[in-house]
């Protein structure tokens, strides 16, 4: 079993910059894939950054260039630094898992929030 703890969402103005974490409790395979996905209310959850534990990333097009996903693995904790934030980057941000033989792990999700 794997658990995910997120912090560090909150409310900021555009322009500005927040920093996501998740502590991953349980075992972390070197195989296992660690990202952020978002979902704003009506819509399907969606990817914004992926990581692997040998450091190959996967970004969705809306973030590149602004948002840098990292890992400990050390530390079994993943990062997602967001700068230059946008309104529409407004969601409830979850870290995601994926294990090959199992599947997905979620957290419970923390909410970013981009406004004046």
């Known amino acids: 079993q794997v658990r995910l703890v997120e912090s560090g969402g909150g409310l900021v103005q555009p322009g500005g910059s927040l920093r996501l974490s998740c502590a991953a409790s349980?075992?972390?395979?070197?195989?296992?894939?660690m990202g952020w996905y978002r979902q704003t209310p009506g819509k399907q959850r969606e990817l914004v950054a992926a990581?692997?534990?040998?450091?190959?990333?996967d970004y969705a097009d809306s973030v590149k260039g602004r948002f840098t996903i990292s890992r400990d693995n050390a530390k079994n904790t993943v990062y997602l630094q967001m700068t230059s934030l946008k309104p529409e980057d407004t969601a409830v941000y979850y870290c995601?898992?994926?294990?090959?033989?199992?599947?997905?792990?979620w957290g419970q999700g923390t909410q970013v929030t981009v406004s004046s």
């Open positions: 349980g075992s972390i395979f070197s195989t296992d894939r």
């Open positions: 995601n898992v994926r294990r090959l033989a199992s599947g997905d792990y």
């Open positions: 990581i692997t534990s040998g450091g190959s990333t």
